[in-house]
């Protein structure tokens, strides 16, 4: 199956500092999405970025779909900011639904 | 809120009881999906539901039993446990299983089995 892995493991932050999460897949994706996840276990879907980039306020993503990869930018941090983010994809020969989730990045902002 | 609710938030069973979790979507979506989170993994998806038909079983234990009389809600029943299978049990829901389908999660159910 579709390999997703998820860089840094672990990243720990000042409020206000900027940050770039990464995400590599091992096939093409027709479907990537990043999540947030909080400290409560709440899932948030954050984008839908097969391609290209997206920004919504603070937060943005880019998608290099040839290169196999996905970047989440988060700019001046803050503490609600905390969580796991993840980022999943189908595989190529499904529809979709069935996304693989990488491991994730834990993010903590401390204020 | 993401228009999708489960309960319990939190449950403690023994290996010998059964209980049910449950889930409902407010959003209209045909596609409703049982995924499990274990401590220090990814999420890992155990069924997929799609207008009230299962077309995924990720080759889960038959001591869960996903049931799904609507498009709106999810119950996945639990029978003779095993205390592996403690963790964070997440629904989540979608318009369609198209290769186009943004996923809206619940807040999910801690289990803990004894």
């Known amino acids: 199956g579709i390999q997703v892995e998820q860089s840094p493991p672990d990243l720990i932050l000042q409020e206000g500092a900027n940050s770039t999460l990464r995400c590599n897949f091992s096939?093409?994706?027709?479907?990537l999405q990043w999540f947030h996840q909080n400290p409560w276990g709440q899932l948030i879907n954050l984008f839908y970025i097969p391609s290209g980039t997206k920004q919504n306020g603070r937060l943005s993503a880019t998608t290099v779909a040839t290169e196999r990869y996905s970047l989440l930018y988060i700019s001046s941090s803050q503490t609600t900011d905390s969580g796991v983010y993840f980022c999943?994809?189908?595989?190529?020969?499904?529809?979709?639904?069935?996304?693989?989730f990488g491991e994730g990045t834990q993010l903590t902002v401390n204020p | 809120e993401t228009g999708v609710t489960q309960t319990p938030r939190h449950l403690v069973m023994g290996m010998t009881n059964k209980k049910s979790l449950k889930c409902e979507q407010h959003?209209?979506?045909?596609?409703m999906y049982w995924y499990k989170q274990s401590a220090k993994k990814p999420l890992e998806l155990m069924f997929v539901?799609?207008?009230?038909?299962?077309?995924e079983n990720n080759s889960v234990p038959s001591r869960f039993s996903p049931e799904c009389p609507n498009s709106s809600h999810l119950f996945l029943h639990l029978h003779t446990l095993q205390p592996e299978d403690s963790a964070l049990y997440l629904c989540?829901?979608?318009?369609?299983?198209?290769?186009?389908?943004?996923?809206?999660f619940g807040p999910g159910t801690r289990l803990l089995v004894l």
């Open positions: 539901y799609n207008f009230k038909e299962q077309t």
């Open positions: 096939d093409s994706v027709n479907n």
């Open positions: 999943a994809v189908p595989p190529p020969e499904t529809s979709g639904s069935r996304l693989t």
């Open positions: 989540a829901s979608s318009q369609g299983t198209g290769g186009r389908e943004t996923q809206y």
């Open positions: 959003l209209g979506h045909n596609a």
